[in-house]
């Protein structure tokens, strides 16, 4: 097989298969980069070329080709009265409190599944759920303003959550932080939620987060994050850059130059946050048949 590669509007090749992995594993072409081969009917990203010749089917095929071993869900029993008063509040407060004086299990969530590996938290446009491709593309340009720069989509695949989340995650010029945008489907509406991430060298994150409603479980305690009430993304970007300063103390980041540099630090970073809630007994393992009971279900 001859394949073509095309970078920055210019084709090189043709290349064997080989020739290719070996490009991709030294860096040389990541997954955002383009190729062709004879039978295709244009250009197509790398990542969906190889995602193809693994599962010898077309790239839409790759998504079933991976399911997860192992769901987890939330044991309302460790989680601590401040957590359920973000979760909760008011009344839902009340109820939380008595049910853990009585030790009474509350069902938070359907099942969580474990962080999957980083290629598949990749996710194509045509896969966005309703509303989220308007809220992106509302978004972007002003993230693109203060100098950020589209890398990909990403979202749990298999979920049983009931609520669908999808993130447009950016890297700003120079790779020293990265702009992501949450957009939930719930019942009650669509939940928008702006983050600047840091990296710093010894490995804490420092996060910054403009959100109506945060998130009800904490998160790892080296995840440094401030919570910003209101504001755009240009007043997000200076609240960050302050935030960094006063914890990095002048020590080099994280840099990430290209999209496969950002997939690998935010699927390090899940699986940082998965780990801890599994240490602190929040996220339970769920047994073969509570799993295939919530497979029954509608």
Known sequence: ????????????????????????????????????????????????????????????????????????????????????????????????????????????????PEVPPPEWMVAREDELPEGASACFTAALPEWEQQGFRFAHYTMFRKSYLPVNVVTMNMVHVGGEMLGRVFFARQPTGDQVILLTLTVLSDGRLVQTAVSKKPPGIKPPPEHLTLRLTSGNVETLVKRHGLHVGKHSRKQPVQALPDADSVLRTLHALETRSMEYQVSRGVYQRMSQEEVQALRNQP
């Not at 298969?17 to 244009?42: N, R, S």
């Open 1 to 112: 097989m001859e394949i073509y590669i095309l970078v920055n509007e210019q084709h090189t090749g043709p290349f064997s298969e080989e020739e290719l992995q070996e490009k991709f594993a030294a860096g040389e072409i990541t997954g955002e980069d383009y190729v062709w081969t004879e039978g295709m009917d244009g250009w197509t990203p790398l990542r969906d070329f190889l995602q193809t010749e693994e599962t010898g089917g077309d790239a839409g095929s790759a998504e079933d080709a991976y399911t997860p071993s192992v769901y987890y869900k939330i044991n309302s029993l460790k989680v601590t009265y401040g957590e359920y008063a973000e979760m909760a509040g008011g009344l839902g407060l009340l109820i939380a409190w008595g049910c853990k004086l009585f030790r009474i299990p509350l069902s938070l969530g359907r099942g969580l």
